[in-house]
């Protein structure tokens, strides 16, 4: 091997050899997980995805506090109104004052269509405050508060940040707590699907023969059903009268249906390709049991492999859900998630009146465009070695 | 070939039938037989006697097992082409479904044409020209298209067509050629209607192909027969024509059988939004309403439909890459 610490006539650059042994070094000893995050670190757009993710689920996490408001919460002559600015100066004869506040609105009713128009009153003055007394909460069903992020002094004052829907429930508050069902919902989804897909996947790939053919054909026929009248045609099976939180775990269920599939043929493709491995026969040899050799041999060779699945099959799950609500077979009313919440928007005219209910439509998208740059990154980063 | 071809027949029967069982139960799984949504809605017009409800319960054999059930429609069907009574519509399930299925047909026709036409050409320039500003913009939309899901785009289709052209869509004709004898101008009235949902339905599938045909491309470029070829004088898109892009639509056309699914998934939802009079809304209505023969029918036939064009991607695959038929 030639040595490119050293210059043509042989002379060693002083410095430049201490500095390649030690890269060198570290890259020899690094761990397998090391090198993972030194591939991965170099995706940037990845990165950046990894970080709107993270903001993401900590929105999902603290959806109490950070919205101002309960989803319930409505002002019904504002039904429709627009989103507010926050303005943090407040002009008043003796100049410029710090002091966080809205607008109010004043409004006509138009006399042929009765829809209302919305003005801003600057006359109306509405104090805003950080970390504000609102409405009483219990986070995640046990801590008691009342505190908000940011919200109005006066409880009852208009504060839409992001407009009001039909029936003038704040829009804003409203995404936030969608947040946490349309980004859970995926993630418990792909859980599921995961059991499915590594118990069966590994059967049908460690076991091979009629078990695999069977396995086998059954992916496939499941596969080439359409998926969207596949999943209207469980999700509309759900009885009505059932709990939200027994539709919701249904829905995860209903989506994973078609999904474990990917998952299983993943990882029936490494178990095949592993099982004649020189290091898994040894491990054979050495009278380790099947499910010894399956857990702490084969499974840590391909977990990254999986991990990277995982997060391409998660917006495919969101996505779907989404879709199920639009449609209005997916979760219903009272739960609030972004399909839920695009359903409002599903009239085209009132979507041009109104355009801020697309908000959640756009929370979708970047949602399903980080992981999907998360997933081709860990992807790339899953085999280091190459 | 031929055995070959036999061999994929002979796979898709017991998928059809299991598909056809399947799409069958499902509708049989709400709580509640269709004869009680019946005897509510003639409990509200007033009049419904204990042996109404029975004839309809005989007449469909609603009280037998579920396999007798199923034993019953499908024969019905594969005999003497009856797929039982729609509901909602009161008519029978066969003079329903027929056109809307060719609807459902034309649109995924078309937007399958939209996939081919918009992500072979993008697909090969941006792999050509790796790293230029048209490859970052193909690129871009490509994750975009993957990350906006069709009912969706075809919502922001609607919004600017509405907003900025003022045009609206629901249906396939304006109301002057919807009872109209097919005309050239008849067809040029379809085309303007058809574009919004068709892109809408194709974008996702076009996005993915980009991405597919761009990344197996690049790693022919780089093969020696290419720089051996280019070495003999071979003029840059002849050589590329021939040799490496015929290399890389074998993937391609591998990926036309999940298309095909896919495809007719996103028509479903995207006609829900765009209120097109293919099966999507009527499917949706049938599944709310329990309307289980039409439900069924329309789950079963979209079903059968998919496998044949998984088929036909396969028989095509076998043509192209001689390597799977000697398998």
Sequence with gaps: ?386 | MGKYFLRRIFYAIPAIIVISFVSFLLIQLPPGTFADTIAAQMMESGGVTPEAIKAIEERYGLNQPVFVQYWKWISGILLRGDFGQSFIWGRPVGTIIWDRLGYTLLLTGFAFLFVCILSIPIGIYSAVKQYSVGDYIATSIGFLGLAIPGFLFALILMFIGFRFFDQTVGGFFSPEFTHAPMSWAKFADLLSHLWMPMIAVGMAGAASLIRIIRANLLDELLKPYVVTARAKGLSEFRLLIKYPVRLALIPFVATLGWMLPQLISGATIVSVVMSLPTTGPLLLRALLGQDMYLASSFIMLLSVLTVIGTLISDVLLAIVDPRIRFQ
């Excluded at chain 1, 989103?83 to 002091?99: I, S, V, Y």
């Excluded at chain 1, 006359?123 to 805003?128: E, T």
Aim: glycine share 8%.
């Design chain 1, 1 to 386: 091997m030639i040595d490119p610490t050293k210059t043509v006539t042989g002379d060693i650059i002083p410095g430049a050899a201490a500095a390649w042994h030690d890269t060198e070094a570290s890259l020899q000893l690094a761990s397998q997980w090391k090198l993972m995050w030194w591939r991965f670190r170099k995706h940037k757009l990845a990165l950046v995805s990894g970080i709107v993710l993270i903001c993401i689920y900590l929105v999902a996490a603290f959806v109490e506090f950070l919205a101002p408001f309960s989803t319930d919460r409505m002002i019904s002559e504002l039904a429709y109104a627009p989103p507010q600015r926050l303005r943090f100066l407040d002009r008043t004869e003796e100049g410029r004052k710090f002091r966080l506040h809205v607008y109010g609105y004043k409004y006509t009713i138009d006399e042929l269509s009765l829809e209302r128009e919305f003005k801003v009153d600057p006359d109306q003055k509405f104090d805003v405050r950080f970390f504000v007394k609102g409405e009483p909460y219990r986070m995640w069903g046990f801590i008691r508060g009342n505190r908000h992020l940011v919200g109005p002094v006066d409880t009852g004052a208009p504060f839409f940040l992001l407009g009001a829907d039909r029936l003038g429930r704040d829009l804003f508050s409203r995404l936030i707590y969608g947040t946490r069902i349309s980004m859970t919902i995926g993630l418990v989804g792909v859980m599921m699907s995961l059991i499915l897909g590594i118990l069966l996947g590994g059967i049908s790939g460690y076991y091979g023969g009629t078990v695999d053919l069977i396995i086998q054909r059954i992916m496939e026929i499941l596969r080439s059903m359409p998926t969207i009248p596949l999943w209207m045609g469980l999700a509309a099976a759900i009885p009505y009268y059932w709990s939200p939180v027994l539709v919701y775990f249904m829905i995860t269920l209903i989506l994973s249906v078609i999904g474990w599939t990917w998952l299983a043929q993943a990882v029936r493709g490494k178990f095949y390709s592993l099982k004649t491995e020189d290091f898994v026969v040894a491990a054979k040899l050495d009278g380790c049991s099947e499910l010894q050799v399956i857990v702490s041999h084969m499974v840590p060779s391909f977990i990254s492999h999986i991990i990277a699945t995982l997060t391409l099959a998660i917006p495919q799950m969101i996505i779907a859900e989404t879709a199920l609500s639009f449609l209005g077979i997916g979760l219903k009313p009272p739960v609030v998630s972004w399909g839920v919440l695009l359903k409002e928007a599903q009239n085209v005219r009132v979507l041009a009146t109104s355009p801020w209910l697309f908000m959640p439509g756009l929370a979708v998208i970047i949602a399903v465009l980080s992981l999907n740059f998360l997933g081709d990154g860990i992807r790339d980063a899953a085999d280091p070695y190459k």
